[in-house]
T-cell receptor, first 111, second 113 residues
Framework: DAKTTQPTSMDCAEGRAANLPCNHSTISGNEYVYWYRQIHSQGPQYIIHGLKNNETNEMASLIITEDRKSSTLILPHATLRDTAVYYC????????????FGKGTKLTVNP | DTAVSQTPKYLVTQMGNDKSIKCEQN?????MYWYKQDSKKFLKIMFSYNNKELIINETVPNRFSPKSPDKAHLNLHINSLELGDSAVYFCASSPRSANSPLHFGNGTRLTVT
């Protein structure tokens, strides 16, 4: 599975957009980009995933560069409850059998 | 109506004991997993079962034995507990179809004294 690199931590003001970057320069053509988050003392929560095209759901938007070497997760209007560790994961199509979590980005949303 | 539920939430025990953690999912998923999150917060997969059949077994000591009585349950039994087993253990499930996201439980915090 491709290795991803993310900033260790980020801050965001409540109500503003939070843009979380992820580099996955060695991603292969059949690997998807997944985002999960883990709020303190809870299990990881799926946010969104994509292959090539930008994706949007009720939680967030995912912007993937044309060369697929990096992506950005966007939380359009961050709230205090979005404070969490955000994980960017790249792995190959064929099932979720081996989702590998890195260190993630600790996002702190400030009032 | 929690989707993936684990019991107990907290487990404190002494070295050398044998303990079990239970996991149940009511999502109708075919695949279930156990992950371990250590003190440094790294999440690592331990096991994966699909329809009661073991499909992933990472480098985990054989003191850890998963058991899947049916596809809605995946229990984790740990023999001869050691201090290094202290961690948060997460159960998860997913549908069989490719690229389906995992649904995690809220974890069991195991403390071995």
């Amino acid at each position: 599975d491709a290795k991803t690199t993310q900033p260790t931590s980020m801050d965001c003001a409540e109500g503003r957009a939070a843009n979380l970057p992820c580099n996955h320069s060695t991603i292969s053509g059949n690997e998807y980009v997944y985002w999960y988050r883990q709020i303190h003392s809870q299990g990881p929560q799926y946010i969104i995933h994509g292959l090539k095209n930008n994706e949007t759901n009720e939680m967030a938007s995912l912007i993937i560069t044309e060369d697929r070497k990096s992506s950005t997760l966007i939380l359009p209007h961050a709230t205090l409850r979005d404070t969490a560790v955000y994980y960017c994961i790249a792995f190959s199509q064929g099932g979720s059998e081996k989702l590998v979590f890195g260190k993630g980005t600790k996002l702190t949303v400030n009032p | 109506d929690t989707a993936v539920s684990q019991t107990p939430k907290y487990l404190v025990t002494q070295m050398g004991n044998d303990k079990s953690i239970k996991c149940e999912q009511n999502l109708g998923h075919d695949t279930m997993y156990w992950y371990k999150q250590d003190s440094k917060k790294f999440l690592k997969i331990m096991f994966s079962y699909n329809n009661k059949e073991l499909i992933i077994n990472e480098t985990v000591p054989n003191r850890f034995s998963p058991k899947s009585p049916d596809k809605a349950h995946l229990n984790l039994h740990i023999n001869s507990l050691e201090l290094g087993d202290s961690a948060v253990y997460f159960c998860a499930s997913s549908p069989r179809s490719a690229n389906s996201p995992l649904h995690f439980g809220n974890g069991t915090r195991l403390t071995v004294t």
